[in-house]
């Protein structure tokens, strides 16, 4: 059941990454971020308030469970985000999008670190099956020589940030769900810290306020609809990460590849990323996924 939840986690991610292709054109990233954690705080409480009217067992607060879900939503919503976006803009997204999909061997480092978290031969092989698989389905970067020395430092530096941010932050989520079962709430409790923080680091209001009343109705349904499928993805990981090894679900959930790849080949006619190597790349995640779930 983890690797199911886990899948469903990467597809809802995977659904945000292609919906956000079409935000970005109709309303900037830094004032269209605002929605997205606005829903990510709005969506999963009203989920919440839904659970709490037809669960059996009695509601109890954590302090410890809730700390762990807001120094996650600092780290990996706030923090990896926002040095996504730097290393996007630095690297361009071919290669940024190589440095994400390593993220699950930070996971994997603070998992054993801070939950004590250790795999075995046959779990680590199929996970080196799958990164495997990733690195060959991403698209191929153009060449580092084209960038100046200190733009590569920054971008690299950048890189390591993202992928360090979004796996401890993920470590801390299994950990909070280990602590305290709360998927919904510690879903909102994460997105507040991170809503917070972006309040905190925001200094150009004017700008924003503009480019929120200039958008257009289909550009905030667009970033609400980011806010929704990423709300349950942070929802349905959480619940993956107390049946399965945190490091194990991060890594299925980086598996959007398998979902983007399709997309973009056949819906956004993008024939020239169908290459021998990509698709030999998808049946290996594939392949390593199977052989995870049929352990």
């Known amino acids: 059941m ?3 939840y886990a899948l469903l986690a990467m597809l809802c991610f995977a659904t945000n990454i292609v919906i956000t292709r079409y935000a970005v054109v109709r309303l900037p990233v830094e ?3 605002f929605v997205v954690l606005a829903t990510n705080v709005l969506f999963p409480a009203a989920l919440f308030a839904a659970e709490l009217g037809v669960r059996a067992a009695p509601y109890a607060w954590d302090w410890k469970g809730a700390g762990l879900f807001a120094i996650g939503g600092v780290i990996g919503t706030f923090l990896g985000r926002r040095f996504l976006f730097d290393a996007v803009k630095l690297l361009g997204p071919s290669r940024a999008s190589v440095f994400h999909s390593t993220s699950p ?3 994997l480092i603070g998992a054993w670190l801070l939950a004590g978290e250790v795999l075995g031969a046959y779990e680590i092989a199929l996970m080196a099956v799958v990164w495997v698989g990733l690195w060959f389905t991403q698209p191929r970067g153009g060449s580092l020589h084209s960038s100046a020395p200190e733009v590569l430092r920054r971008g690299f530096i950048a ?3 993202t992928v360090a941010g979004f796996g401890f ?3 801390l ?6 602590a305290w079962d709360e998927a919904a709430l510690g879903t ?10 972006q309040f905190a680091v925001t200094r150009n209001w004017a700008r924003i306020r503009a480019q929120l009343r200039g958008a257009d109705r289909q550009a905030i349904l667009l970033y609400i609809g980011c806010g929704v499928f990423t709300s349950l993805g942070s929802i349905f990981i959480s619940l993956a990460m107390t049946r ?3 490091a194990l679900a991060v890594l299925v959930v980086h598996t959007t590849p398998l979902v983007i790849f399709p997309v973009s080949v056949f819906l956004l006619k993008n024939r020239e990323e169908l290459t021998p190597r990509t698709v030999g790349g998808a049946l290996l995640v594939l392949a390593g996924i199977a052989f995870l779930a049929l352990r």
């Open 2 to 4: 983890g690797i199911a």
């Open 31 to 33: 004032a269209g971020f």
């Open 105 to 107: 061997a930070f996971a």
């Open 159 to 161: 890189g390591l940030l």
């Open 169 to 171: 932050g993920n470590v």
């Open 173 to 178: 989520r299994g950990l909070a769900m280990r």
């Open 188 to 197: 909102v409790i994460a997105s507040l810290a991170a809503l917070a923080c």
């Open 244 to 246: 399965i090894e945190i």
